[in-house]
């Protein structure tokens, strides 16, 4: 996965879910997280050689260290 340009900007971080499990951040535990869209671009040859497709993706970046973690599914936003 080459990288990315964020689709939206980031407004307040927020608690949010995946599968069911709190997001912590893996490098502070940190526990809120700015929502972003990205765009990556993966290689896939099995579908079409020597093309990049664009593949959405969510990405989570760490509201103390800035870490980021992506997701090809939607993290749920934990209200409250
Ligand atoms: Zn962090």
Redesign the pocket.
Same mark, same amino acid.
């Given at each position: 996965m080459s990288i990315f340009r964020p689709l939206s900007d980031p407004t307040e971080p927020n608690h949010y879910q995946v599968a069911g499990v709190n997001v912590i !951040?893996p490098? !502070?535990r940190?526990q809120k997280f700015y929502e972003s869209r990205v765009q990556c671009n993966i290689y896939e040859s099995a579908y079409a050689e020597n093309e990049y497709t664009g593949k959405m993706a969510t990405a989570l970046t760490?509201s103390? !260290?800035t870490?980021m973690l992506y997701f090809s599914s939607k993290p749920n936003k934990v209200i409250g």
């Open positions: !951040c490098h !502070c940190a760490c103390r !260290c870490m």
